[in-house]
């Protein structure tokens, strides 16, 4: 499999550009997000070497800009559906059987383009449709998505060199072979390297996808197709379809074969999609893998050594950032009663400092939650939280969806560890406080365990070695991801590869060799190179 004409891409993360007043990178990204913004732009489907533009069109508007039209998107019907597949299965052929090496330099060659004259295109549209801060749409957009596309390629090349051993006149050799159909690849809104990265990652395996994006990430969806295609991704290896979720994923999960789904968004749709593979099970070839990474209700639990600026800090950055709508956003805090005074007061200082506004304008630490629908879910758990005896607003609680849709970072404290908002995902900036007597420290950790359906991450905070040695062994199954000292959020691909388990998903970890090898199927080939002339054995002599 070694190719001494193919240099593996370095094991380094792409570094993160800070868009300083006055830099290249700033200027570049504000005139491409100015242009964007004012244009109209008509997303077509992709689907083999054409792009369709359907009679029926979906608006897009900027969250934070409600009433702004940016744009439309092609609604596909099920013919396109069925073509989509059809093609799908036509290019397989080509694709499975071009050589890894060549399928590699694709992808590099997309992570180059996203790195230099795509970087600017694909933040502002990050930007302007799914409404992250310059900083938020570089650390994802970005810097995840080269991260995925090219480090992807040095897993692949490790799989590739795990090999049975060889006796004396005997060769074995595993062949990672492509699943035999297609994958179906559908993504959230809230990350763009994701939506890029459920595609990319069976293709570069050597599969065909079908991906059907959010109707909330179709403008950075576009730029990646687009990016695709300049990288020499050949015509129907990714079709990307647009339109009603249940229509698509109805066609595509009655299609035979199906070899594979490559799922990330909501714990509900995930179980319904399960369960309509398991509906349909006798009509594949294959039984279809299933990767789903899902909801999360993510801690952070500060001990009582902890330092209150740390903790504060991590609840900020892990609890608002994106508004709270990243999967690994902290939503429940447990904080020592002997601190928890200190640590409401720095929330509050530093909380009052924080601004939301249009990600155009690079003073706001935060902009808008994604749509309407979202909007009202959170609004809803803060009037819950409200009214109810066991839990009080101790900061934020406004709305206002009248220019976008705003939500102020909010911080509700509970006397009930098992309060709605301590158990359920919300998807917003709302970050809720169960305060524990300290000596009880231990027994909490059994409530963090308990509490919720999902274990997708969390974070332990202290200055005390056996605290954070027994927070290990009382945790090891609440998070796939579990951070010490630090927030719960921004796993960096090659660094923290991110999945968790319960609710949570599949725990494939994206961003590592466990998710790559999901999509092959190996075939061990053994050839013997002194076959036997008869079949006695040397005992029965
Ligand atoms: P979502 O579940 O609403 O949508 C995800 C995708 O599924 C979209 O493409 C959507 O169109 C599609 N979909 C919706 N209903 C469907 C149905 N009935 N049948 C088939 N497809 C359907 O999620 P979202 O709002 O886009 O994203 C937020 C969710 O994603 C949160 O729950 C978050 O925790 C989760 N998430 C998890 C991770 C992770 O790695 N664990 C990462 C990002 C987001």
Not at 396 to 403: F, I, L, T
Request: proline share 5%; aromatic share 10%.
């Amino acid at each position: 499999m070694k190719n001494p004409n193919f240099i593996l891409p370095q094991l380094i993360n792409e570094d993160v550009k800070d868009y300083r007043k006055g830099s290249i990178e700033r200027i570049e990204v504000q005139d491409v997000y100015d242009k964007m913004f004012n244009e109209n732009i008509e997303i077509p489907l992709y689907i083999g070497n054409e792009k369709i533009l359907t009679e029926k069109r979906i608006e897009i508007n900027p969250p934070h800009d409600n009433k702004k039209v940016v744009g439309t998107f092609s609604f596909c019907n099920e013919k396109h559906v069925h073509l989509a597949i059809e093609n799908l299965l036509k290019v397989k052929n080509i694709w499975t059987n071009t050589p890894w090496q060549d399928r590699a330099s694709i992808f590099m060659k997309a992570a180059e383009l996203i790195a230099g004259p795509y970087r600017s295109k694909i933040n502002a549209a990050t930007m302007i449709g799914q409404s992250k801060t310059i900083f938020q749409a570089e650390i994802d957009a970005a810097c995840e998505l080269i991260d995925f596309l090219k480090l992807n390629i040095v897993y692949m090349n490790e799989i590739y060199q795990e090999q049975p051993i060889n006796v004396d006149d005997v060769s074995n050799k595993l062949e990672y072979r492509p699943l035999e159909g297609f994958i179906y690849a559908i993504t959230p809104f809230n990350f763009t390297a994701i939506g890029g990265n459920l595609c990319a990652s069976p293709a570069l395996m050597g599969n065909v996808v079908l991906w059907k994006p959010s109707d909330y990430q179709v403008y950075s969806a576009k730029i990646i197709m687009d990016v695709f295609k300049e990288a020499g991704l050949p015509d129907g290896v990714i079709n990307l379809v647009t339109g009603d979720p249940i229509m698509i994923t109805d066609i595509a999960l009655k299609n035979p074969n199906l070899s594979g789904i490559h799922f990330t968004g909501s714990t509900d749709v995930f179980k319904n999609l399960w369960s309509k593979v398991g509906l349909n099970i006798n009509l594949y070839r294959d039984y279809p893998r299933i990767v789903g990474e899902t909801g999360g209700k993510d801690f952070i639990f500060s001990h009582p050594s902890a330092d209150s600026k740390v903790v504060s800090t991590a609840i900020i950055r892990g609890g608002f950032e994106y508004q709270g709508q990243k999967c690994s956003a902290a939503s429940r805090i447990y904080l020592p009663s002997s601190k928890s005074h200190e640590i409401l007061d720095y929330l509050n200082d530093q909380i009052s400092t924080i601004t939301m506004g249009s990600p155009r304008d690079f003073q706001h630490f935060m902009s808008a939650v994604i749509h309407e629908k979202s909007f009202d879910k959170i609004v809803d758990y803060i009037e819950k939280a409200r009214k109810s005896k066991d839990a009080k607003i101790v900061i934020g609680g406004d709305y206002d969806k009248s220019v976008g849709y705003f939500i102020s970072p909010t911080v509700i404290v509970t006397t009930n560890p098992n309060f709605l908002t301590m158990k359920e995902e919300i998807f917003g900036p709302v970050v809720t406080i169960y305060i524990y007597e300290d000596e009880n420290w231990k027994n909490t950790l059994e409530i963090v365990d308990n509490t919720s359906i999902y274990a997708l991450t969390g974070a332990f905070i202290s200055q005390d070695r056996d605290s954070i040695t027994y927070a290990l062994k009382k945790l090891r199954y609440s998070a796939g991801n579990f951070y010490i000292n630090d927030k719960p959020s921004g796993a960096v691909v090659g660094q923290q590869p991110f999945g968790g388990s319960r609710g949570s998903g599949t725990n494939d970890k994206a961003g590592s060799k466990l998710n790559l090898l999901r999509w092959v199927s190996p075939r061990l080939i053994k050839e013997n190179f002194n076959p036997p002339t008869s079949y006695p054995y040397p005992y029965m002599d």
